[in-house]
Antibody, heavy 117, light 107 residues
Framework: EVQLVESGGGLVQPGGSLSLSCSAS????????MHWVRQAPGKGLEYVSA????????YYADSVKGRFTISTDNSKNTLYLQMSSVRPEDTAVYYC??????????WGQGTLVTVSS | DIQMTQSPSSLSASVGDRVTITCRAS??????LAWFQQKPGKAPKSLIY???SLQSGVPSKFSGSGSGTDFTLTISSLQPEDFATYYC?????????FGGGTTVEIK
C-alpha cells in the first residue's frame, strides 16, 4: 500500500528555517514525480513545489521561489522541503503528493507549519 | 498560469440527490484534470484523475467527464459521508492550479 507520512512541522519565527520530511512507503520514490501543496487555515489549496525524480528537475511557485528547496534522499525513500526566510503567510498545513500516470494522485496526511513570533 | 473556476462555490442538497459540480479552465488542459474531496480537519482524498478515471477504492457513485476547458464531477446519489468540499486541479502545466472549491452542505 502506498503511504506518505509528513513530519517536521511546528512553530517557527519569521525569518527562520524549517525542514519538512515526507517518508514514502509502498513504492520507490525515484520512479515518481513528487509534489508539495499547502493549505492556509480556512483557505483553499495552493501548489508549492515539485520534483521529477528521474532527471531531478524542480519547480517552485513564485511565492516560495528562492526561499524553499525541494529535494529527495532515495536511500531513505524520503522527500524534503527546506523552508528558509519564512513569513507569516507561509503558515499552512503542508501536504506531500505522489503522482503516477497509472494510479493518479496520493496525498499524505499533512504537517502544520505556523510562522509567528 | 491556468485559472481554474469552480461552480457553484457552495450548494445545499439532500441525501439521495444527484449533484453536479463544474470546473472551467482558462485554457485547454486536455484531460489533465483531477478531483479531490476534503472533509474538515482531514487531508484531501483523490477521487478522479485524467478527467474521468476513478481512483482505486473510490465508489462508482462518483464520476467525472470533460476535456479541454470544461469538466464536471457528478455524485449520483448523495450520501451523508459525501458532505464535504470538492476541489478540481489541472496538471497540464506548471504551476499546477486548483479551483476555489465547492462545499456540499446538507439541506
Amino acid at each position: 500500500e502506498v503511504q506518505l507520512v509528513e513530519s517536521g512541522g511546528g512553530l517557527v519565527q519569521p525569518g527562520g528555517s524549517l525542514s519538512l520530511s515526507c517518508s514514502a512507503s509502498g513504492f520507490i520514490l525515484s520512479t515518481s514525480a513528487m509534489h508539495w501543496v499547502r493549505q492556509a487555515p480556512g483557505k483553499g489549496l495552493e501548489y508549492v513545489s515539485a520534483i521529477r525524480i528521474s532527471g531531478g528537475s524542480t519547480y517552485y511557485a513564485d511565492s516560495v521561489k528562492g526561499r524553499f528547496t525541494i529535494s529527495t534522499d532515495n536511500s531513505k525513500n524520503t522527500l524534503y522541503l527546506q523552508m528558509s526566510s519564512v513569513r507569516p503567510e507561509d503558515t499552512a498545513v503542508y501536504y506531500c503528493l505522489k503522482w503516477d500516470v497509472g494510479s493518479g494522485w496520493c496525498w499524505g496526511q499533512g504537517t502544520l507549519v505556523t510562522v509567528s513570533s | 498560469d491556468i485559472q481554474m473556476t469552480q461552480s457553484p462555490s457552495s450548494l445545499s442538497a439532500s441525501v439521495g440527490d444527484r449533484v453536479t459540480i463544474t470546473c472551467r479552465a482558462s485554457q485547454g488542459i486536455s484531460s489533465y484534470l483531477a478531483w479531490f474531496q476534503q472533509k474538515p480537519g482531514k487531508a484531501p482524498k483523490s477521487l478522479i484523475y485524467a478527467a474521468s478515471s476513478l481512483q482505486s477504492g473510490v465508489p462508482s457513485k462518483f464520476s467525472g467527464s470533460g476535456s479541454g476547458t470544461d469538466f464536471t464531477l457528478t455524485i449520483s446519489s448523495l450520501q451523508p459521508e459525501d458532505f464535504a468540499t470538492y476541489y478540481c486541479q489541472q496538471y497540464n502545466s506548471y504551476p499546477l492550479t486548483f479551483g476555489g472549491g465547492t462545499t456540499v452542505e446538507i439541506k
